[in-house]
């Protein structure tokens, strides 16, 4: 007759199959794990959250299969640690694959510990985030593993736009499991991570390229060349950082508007503004600075920095309150904008709309970029993203014009007539079809060509065209700007335009969904 074994033994085995399956792939995997440069799966969920603040789910959650040698194996947690926990205070979901075991790979009970997360983050309104080190689906599973992927590609796009989702890449991550990082709003990468759907020597046999793994999928490539990444961490420990930075800018759900931090109310005058953007037309500088010279602290959280730099995107504060900045970089391209930079900022405006922030808009265009590679690219196509992004943007705009505005561009960079419910224009501001030099080309060729000194008549004309069209005061006049404003100033007209919006609702009739040109 088998003895019951009594409460306190039952509690000790308890512990020691807790403290057993806690320690993933066992010592020695955890330990190249640590020498490769990379926290573990453990340790990256307590360096994210609130200390005591983690909650596991599923720690014991066993696989199924039995083939492949897979029968009765004990795979730990199922090679995923998830749960829900605070971080700075707030409520987030989370999961982070532990390459110690069996490379992280997603098997079925896996993936179904991980959409079992997200769901929980959806049903209670909180931030899912996702550490991704992993081989990819788990092979020896088959289509179970690959059916697991399934949920949770399709759970997260059930959680798009209604929570916010980041992707957090500390190691491989191949195959179509990177897809799952591609359906969430922010990947923040390492440069200890890869990322691709087929690697180098698959790419070698089909079609003969030889090119490394970094190279291909390393951090530096997905921000300079794919724009498949937001932000690139030094390591775990900077991702980490990247991440609870970027949570501190946003609501925890749609249905909220973002935290609101302590502020002290400063709106003084800041003169170095009347000194950053050179009156001359031609001139570069970077815009940043006057993002830094606006806002809270100088305080700018810049995103995809490395990709499209003609266009800068980020997150701020302005008087505690988050706002999405969008800016053309007069540095790069003279700020023109090509087909990255409008699909860049247009996902950006996007996202901001989703989740009730603001959006500011600094402009300084010379229009679209010119090119037969742009045309063929589909700047229309692409360049369109940008006017749509912002026409369906319901949240508070706020249009500011630097210095050149023209054509197409002025509109794409969210002019009155995309529904800014402010514009405000600093005395360089040149609001025009186009710039002076191209239009007397258009208006006056003939009068040109008949003209004796035809270099002097030009030359006269770009001069006419310029100060009748290229100031802020015709557009004044017609209400497309509504106020021309001492740059010095900026800051106190955005706060104050900002405290005035805040109740704003802008009510659209009611549809599937719109269609913007994909
Ligand atoms: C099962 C896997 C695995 C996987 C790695 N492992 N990937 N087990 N399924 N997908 C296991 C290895 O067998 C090994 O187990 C352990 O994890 C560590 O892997 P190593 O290869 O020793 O590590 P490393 O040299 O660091 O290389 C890591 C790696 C490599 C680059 C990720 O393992 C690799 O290329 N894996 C396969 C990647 C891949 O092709 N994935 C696609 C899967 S199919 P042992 O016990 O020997 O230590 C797929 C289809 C899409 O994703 C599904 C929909 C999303």
């Known amino acids: 007759m088998s003895v019951k074994k009594s409460m306190e033994d039952l509690t000790k085995d308890l512990q020691a199959k807790r403290a057993e399956l806690e320690q993933g792939g066992g010592p020695d995997r955890l330990a190249k794990q640590k020498k490769d440069g990379k926290l573990t799966a453990r340790e990256r969920v307590d360096a994210l959250v609130d200390p005591g603040s983690f909650e596991e789910l599923g720690l014991f959650a066993q696989h199924r299969q039995t083939l492949f040698g897979m029968a009765g194996k004990e795979v730990p947690a199922d090679g995923v640690v998830t749960g829900a926990a605070s971080l700075d205070g707030r409520l987030v979901h989370l999961a982070s694959q532990d390459f110690t075991v069996l490379g992280g790979s997603a098997g079925e009970?896996?993936?179904?510990?991980?959409?079992?997360?997200?769901?929980?983050?959806?049903?209670?309104?909180s931030p899912f985030i996702f550490i991704n080190d992993s081989g990819g689906a788990r092979v020896q599973e088959g289509i179970d593993s690959l059916s697991g992927y399934g949920r949770v590609f399709f759970t997260n796009v059930e959680l798009s736009g209604a929570v916010p989702q980041v992707s957090l890449i500390c190691g491989p991550c191949a195959g179509g499991a990177a897809y799952s990082p591609a359906l969430t709003d922010f990947i923040i990468m390492t440069k200890k991570a890869q990322m691709f759907i087929t690697g180098p020597q698959v790419i070698?046999?089909?079609?003969?390229?030889?090119?490394?793994?970094?190279?291909?999928?390393?951090?530096?490539?997905?921000?300079?060349?794919?724009?498949?990444?937001?932000?690139?961490?030094?390591?775990?420990?900077?991702?980490?950082?990247?991440?609870?930075?970027?949570?501190?800018?946003?609501?925890?759900?749609?249905?909220?508007?973002?935290?609101?931090?302590?502020?002290?109310?400063?709106?003084?005058?800041?003169?170095?503004?009347?000194?950053?953007?050179?009156?001359?037309?031609?001139?570069?500088?970077?815009?940043?600075?006057?993002?830094?010279?606006?806002?809270?602290?100088?305080?700018?959280?810049?995103?995809?920095?490395?990709?499209?730099?003609?266009?800068?995107?980020?997150?701020?504060?302005?008087?505690?309150?988050?706002?999405?900045?969008?800016?053309?970089?007069?540095?790069?391209?003279?700020?023109?904008?090509?087909?990255?930079?409008?699909?860049?900022?247009?996902?950006?405006?996007?996202?901001?709309?989703?989740?009730?922030?603001?959006?500011?808009?600094?402009?300084?265009?010379?229009?679209?970029?010119?090119?037969?590679?742009?045309?063929?690219?589909?700047?229309?196509?692409?360049?369109?993203?940008m006017l749509f992004a912002y026409s369906a943007a319901t949240v508070p705009k706020i249009?500011?014009?630097?210095?050149?505005?023209?054509?197409?561009?002025?509109?794409?960079?969210?002019?009155?007539?995309l529904g800014a419910d402010r514009v405000y224009a600093w005395p360089t501001a040149e609001v025009a079809v186009m710039g002076a030099e191209g239009a007397v080309e258009i208006?006056?060729?003939?009068?040109?060509?008949?003209?004796?000194?035809?270099?002097?008549?030009?030359?006269?004309?770009?001069?006419?065209?310029?100060?009748?069209?290229?100031?802020?005061?015709?557009a004044a006049g017609r209400r497309l700007v509504d106020d021309i404003i001492d740059p010095a100033d900026t800051r106190r007209h955005l706060a104050q335009a900002l405290e005035y919006l805040q109740t704003k609702r802008d009510h659209r009739p009611p549809k599937k969904h719109g269609l913007i040109p994909l």
């Open 109 to 125: 009970l896996h993936s179904h510990k991980v959409a079992d997360a997200m769901e929980m983050s959806l049903h209670t309104g």
């Open 443 to 474: 208006v006056f060729r003939k009068e040109m060509e008949k003209a004796e000194d035809k270099a002097a008549r030009r030359a006269e004309l770009i001069d006419e065209y310029r100060s009748t069209f290229s100031t802020p005061y015709v």
């Open 204 to 385: 070698k046999q089909v079609t003969g390229e030889q090119i490394t793994a970094e190279a291909l999928g390393g951090a530096d490539a997905h921000m300079a060349h794919s724009g498949v990444t937001h932000f690139t961490a030094e390591d775990d420990a900077d991702a980490i950082n990247i991440c609870k930075r970027l949570l501190s800018f946003l609501p925890s759900n749609n249905l909220e508007d973002p935290p609101r931090l302590p502020h002290d109310n400063n709106v003084d005058p800041n003169p170095a503004l009347r000194t950053i953007v050179p009156v001359e037309g031609k001139q570069a500088y970077d815009v940043r600075d006057v993002i830094c010279g606006v806002v809270d602290r100088g305080d700018f959280l810049e995103v995809q920095a490395g990709y499209a730099p003609n266009m800068v995107v980020g997150f701020a504060r302005i008087l505690g309150r988050s706002v999405g900045v969008i800016a053309n970089q007069p540095s790069y391209l003279s700020g023109a904008i090509d087909i990255n930079a409008s699909i860049k900022s247009s996902r950006f405006i996007r996202f901001c709309n989703a989740f009730n922030i603001s959006l500011v808009t600094l402009v300084d265009v010379p229009g679209f970029l010119p090119g037969v590679q742009q045309e063929y690219g589909g700047i229309i196509r692409n360049g369109a993203k």
């Open 399 to 417: 249009q500011v014009i630097l210095r050149k505005s023209y054509g197409g561009a002025h509109l794409a960079m969210c002019s009155k007539d």
